[in-house]
């Protein structure tokens, strides 16, 4: 497995940005598949975003298109999530997760490893 930390969270007013960050360590980061998901209180967790191992692919939720950008970095061993127009809806903990395999997953039994979770609060 790939030990996974996020950072980047915070506090931000509707129709504002955030960066969230994804380092990983422990094994060799460009034969996962990342992906990014968010738990909002009371509700299930669910899936965002992922990137391919060699990011030329990447899938996202409906409910985040147009808006919220993956990327990865495999020289420096990080996964990117640029989140523009945020709304309150957004309000959750962002979670990034590793896949092994060399195609795009997307369901939460995919993903074998797991970061601790970063908090994004929208504020309308």
């Known amino acids: 497995q790939v030990q996974l930390v996020e950072s980047g969270g915070g506090l931000v007013q509707t129709g504002g940005s955030l960066r969230l960050s994804c380092a990983a360590s422990?094994?060799?980061?460009?034969?996962?598949?990342m992906g990014w998901f968010r738990q909002a209180p009371g509700k299930e967790r669910e899936f965002v975003a992922a990137?391919?191992?060699?990011?030329?692919?990447?899938y996202g939720a409906d409910s985040v298109k147009g808006r919220f950008t993956i990327s990865r970095d495999n020289a420096k061993n990080t996964m990117y999530l640029q989140m523009n127009g945020l709304k309150p809806d957004d309000t959750a903990v962002y979670y990034c997760?590793?896949?092994?395999?060399?195609?795009?997953?997307?369901?939460?039994?995919?993903?074998?490893?797991w970061g601790q979770g970063t908090q994004v609060t929208v504020s309308s």
């Open positions: 990137i391919s191992w060699s990011g030329d692919s990447t």
């Open positions: 997760a590793a896949a092994t395999g060399r195609f795009i997953y997307y369901k939460i039994a995919d993903f074998d490893s």
């Open positions: 422990g094994r060799t980061f460009s034969r996962y598949c």
